[in-house]
């Protein structure tokens, strides 16, 4: 009955790689978000997409990307990896703009580059 | 666009006493307001939210109270308890979309 699901949790890899982060939500919510929380907590809206329409792309380096393959589904890719990329990145979802502002975060995916 | 700024960045109280966290935002068209209680490797979390035609709301222990013409808000919790220990974050959303923008959170020590 997991409502908002990321895998992987733990994410260790090398700087210059490239991963990917999967999210899905069984909510059956219109909007979907990724979050990037620093070691210091802050908790930063980086992509936010509506029925797999980009509408929030906030100063991200290109090197993340973002894809809804459908609107249950929001990934993201992230290509030649920095030390600084290193946080613990959280999915989110809300219903329909209007009917309930609530978000639902993911569990997070501690991502650790070395 | 919108800005929050919330205060204190750390709190420690002793059990059965209150807390209180507040928050100041930016943007006057700015409708909802939520707090999110984050504990320690977990997810954030709504415990509480206010909109903006209303001036103070309670939920058992929690209260969050907001000031539109200063433009500030506060979560209130009363007889503290251990399990309140978590880092909490006020937020606010302007305009029409979902998008919210988050304060700098607080970590709530709750002692025995």
């Known amino acids: 009955d997991t409502a908002v699901s990321q895998t992987p949790k733990y994410l260790v890899t090398q700087m210059g790689n490239d991963k990917s982060i999967k999210c899905e939500q069984n909510?059956?919510?219109?909007?979907m978000y990724w979050y990037k929380q620093d070691s210091k907590k802050f908790l930063k809206i980086m992509f936010s997409?509506?029925?797999?329409?980009?509408?929030i792309n906030e100063t991200v380096p290109n090197r993340f990307s973002p894809k809804s393959p459908d609107k249950a589904h929001l990934n993201l890719h992230i290509n030649s990896l920095e030390l600084g990329d290193s946080a613990v990145y959280f999915c989110?979802?809300?219903?329909?703009?209007?009917?309930?502002?609530?978000?639902?975060f993911g569990p997070g995916t501690r991502l650790t580059v070395t | 666009g919108e800005n929050v700024e919330q205060h204190p960045s750390t709190l420690s109280v002793q059990e059965g006493d209150s807390a209180v966290i507040k928050c100041t935002y930016s943007?006057?068209?700015?409708?909802?307001f939520p707090w999110y209680k984050q504990e320690l490797g977990k997810r954030p979390q709504l415990i509480i939210d206010?909109?903006?035609?209303?001036g103070e709301k309670k939920d058992q222990r929690i209260a969050v109270t907001l000031n539109k013409t200063a433009k500030h808000f506060s979560l209130h919790i009363t007889e503290t308890q251990p399990e309140d220990s978590a880092v909490y974050f006020c937020?606010?959303?302007?305009?029409?979309?979902?998008?919210?923008?988050f304060g700098t959170g607080t970590q709530l020590k709750v002692e025995l």
């Open positions: 989110a979802s809300s219903p329909r703009p209007g009917s309930s502002y609530e978000q639902y």
């Open positions: 909510l059956g919510h219109d909007t």
């Open positions: 997409y509506n029925n797999k329409e980009l509408i």
């Open positions: 943007d006057s068209a700015s409708n909802y």
């Open positions: 206010i909109r903006s035609n209303v």
């Open positions: 937020a606010g959303k302007a305009g029409g979309g979902n998008k919210l923008t």
